[in-house]
């Protein structure tokens, strides 16, 4: 397990394998990346996360874009899923796709999957992606029918936009078995005001979770969110602007769509580039060090603020 200059192990390993889409969210973060000049080959992927996985970094997330637009997403699941020391393989996606993708997905090593839901009624959900909420309906049903554990329900709560539909969410979520993630927005690859006019403060919905909870528990490895078990469903709360817990706590290091090691989500002036050297014929030694100085320049961004300050 290594561990950065602030104490904090390296555990998780966010890998976006494609920054394409078929919706268009305006909150969508992108995993912090911005134009990206090429795309990873299955064989370069399987390379990267098979270095990890020698570091002790132990769970990879499959993240986008949307990961189930690559027309190579099964043998990119498989491939990672029969590397050695791998814990726990989940994905990130729209949902759309799913419903033809979960069964083979499954069968592939897929272990838990992460579907971006932000409304269940119609309207809102075209207006704030462009999609069709019946397909993303469909794809967590067939995600949870072929044993995907569990299924996450990732909302981003906007104010003035899906804000009023969280009960609505909650009750989903204990309807289908699956878990509702509440996420606050952040101020990643947004468009000027986007952030002010809709970010949701989710302090007050922590509390009313809080009187209706018959437990809660707080994830240490996981930026210290808070989970609160209702009497039959779970809800996630992750607030990773306004709580600097969320940066003292991160396991997490991401490799972006075109092969660089990106330390902070928030940051984009300390990549360090992988795929360069991997296509150039550098050996696992060599690899190895690019992860290393990646790991070396995780740093709380809260942190960096304070300092530039």
Do not use: W
Request: aromatic share 6%.
């Amino acid at each position: 397990m290594i561990y950065d200059n602030y104490g904090r192990p390296t555990l998780n390993l966010r890998i976006s394998v494609t920054q394409g889409c078929n919706l268009r969210c305006p909150y969508c973060h992108r995993e912090g990346e911005t134009s990206p000049s090429t795309e990873m080959s299955l064989k370069e992927i399987l390379r990267i996360v098979q270095v990890a996985l020698g570091l002790g970094i132990s769970r990879v997330k499959i993240t986008g874009g949307e990961p189930l637009l690559r027309s190579d997403i099964l043998q990119i699941v498989k491939g990672i899923a029969e590397l050695r020391g791998l814990r726990d393989l989940s994905m990130t996606t729209n949902g759309t796709l799913l419903l033809s993708f979960a069964k083979e997905l499954r069968k592939n090593g897929l272990v838990r999957v992460n579907v971006n839901l932000p409304a269940l009624d119609r309207e809102i959900y075209r207006t704030v992606t462009g999609g069709n909420l019946g397909d993303v309906l469909s794809g967590v049903r067939a995600a949870v029918d072929a044993g995907l554990y569990p299924v996450k329900l990732n909302m981003l709560v906007l104010k003035n936009m899906n804000d009023h539909e969280i009960p609505k969410m909650i009750n989903f979520a204990e309807r289908s078995g699956t878990i509702l993630q509440l996420i606050e927005l952040e101020p990643v690859n947004l468009r000027p005001n986007y952030y002010v006019d809709h970010q949701y403060d989710l302090s007050g919905v922590e509390e009313e979770l809080q009187k209706k909870a018959f437990r809660v528990e707080t994830r240490r490895d996981m930026q210290n969110r808070r989970v609160y078990f209702l009497p039959r469903v779970k809800v996630e709360v992750i607030r990773p602007i306004e709580n600097t817990e969320f940066c003292a706590h991160c396991t997490r290091l991401r490799v972006t769509s075109d092969g660089k090691l990106k330390p902070c989500l928030i940051r984009n002036n300390n990549l360090v580039d992988i795929l360069t050297p991997l296509r150039n014929g550098a050996d696992d030694d060599m690899l190895i060090q690019l992860f290393m100085e990646a790991i070396k320049r995780r740093e709380p961004y809260y942190k960096a603020i304070n300092k530039e300050r």
